[in-house]
T-cell receptor, first 116, second 113 residues
Framework: AQTVTQSQPEMSVQEAETVTLSCTYD???????LFWYKQPPSRQMILVIR??????QNATENRFSVNFQKAAKSFSLKISDSQLGDTAMYFC?????????????FGGGTRLMVKP | GAGVSQSPSNKVTEKGKDVELRCDPI?????LYWYRQSLGQGLEFLIY????????KSGLPSDRFSAERTGGSVSTLTIQRTQQEDSAVYLC???????????FGQGTRLTVV
């Protein structure tokens, strides 16, 4: 079974600054996907960024980037130039690649507050 | 539709009553998932449907929980004899295939009083 751990229940950052959210996971799989989802107060989960484990290059989406360390089973999210709209819960998630329709395994979440 | 639609948005029910939660996935998506999110917690997997295959029910917490997906589209999650610990947000997600990006609905907030 897979486990995903987010060790920071809450974080805050000043607007325009950079913040890094941590995520570690445990799996015996060699091929898998990792995700960061954002959940604003509207409750809808929104995909922020996705990383395939077989890719060595870290994924980047505009102000969002990841630091994927496969050997260490670490998958952190960096948010640059933080904006007030980034205030939300952030969830790290794992999905096996093998087989069809594997469910996402989520971490407990990090509540991020961006301060003006 | 444009996105995953869930109804109702909020539901308050008395302990012991049965409830049905509905999910309309994105048209053409073959995979559908139900998750539960208790207050301040992460998401807990409940059940997964993929096309015409038998559903993966490994996450259902008890036999009071069941789900069906009719015609490979709409899904209904049923909770029988609700308990206070069932209070949570129930999120539905769908994806084009089992390995593809999952799109989530806005969830149903269930409150058992």
């Amino acid at each position: 079974a897979q486990t995903v751990t987010q060790s920071q229940p809450e974080m805050s950052v000043q607007e325009a600054e950079t913040v890094t959210l941590s995520c570690t996971y445990d799996t015996s799989e060699s091929n898998y996907y990792l995700f960061w989802y954002k959940q604003p107060p509207s409750r809808q989960m929104i995909l922020v960024i996705r990383q395939e484990a077989y890719k060595q290059q870290n994924a980047t989406e505009n102000r969002f980037s990841v630091n994927f360390q496969k050997a260490a089973k670490s998958f952190s999210l960096k948010i640059s130039d933080s904006q007030l709209g980034d205030t939300a819960m952030y969830f790290c998630a794992f999905m096996k690649q093998r087989g069809a329709g594997n469910m996402l395994t989520f971490g407990g979440g990090t509540r991020l507050m961006v301060k003006p | 539709g444009a996105g995953v639609s869930q109804s109702p948005s909020n539901k308050v029910t008395e302990k012991g009553k049965d409830v049905e939660l509905r999910c309309d996935p994105i048209s053409g998506h073959t995979a559908l998932y139900w998750y539960r999110q208790s207050l301040g917690q992460g998401l807990e997997f409940l059940i997964y449907f993929q096309g015409n295959s038998a559903p993966d029910k490994s996450g259902l917490p008890s036999d009071r929980f069941s789900a069906e997906r009719t015609g490979g589209s709409v899904s209904t999650l049923t909770i029988q004899r609700t308990q206070q610990e069932d209070s949570a947000v129930y999120l539905c997600a769908s994806s084009l295939a089992g390995w593809a990006e999952a799109f989530f609905g806005q969830g149903t907030r269930l409150t058992v009083v």
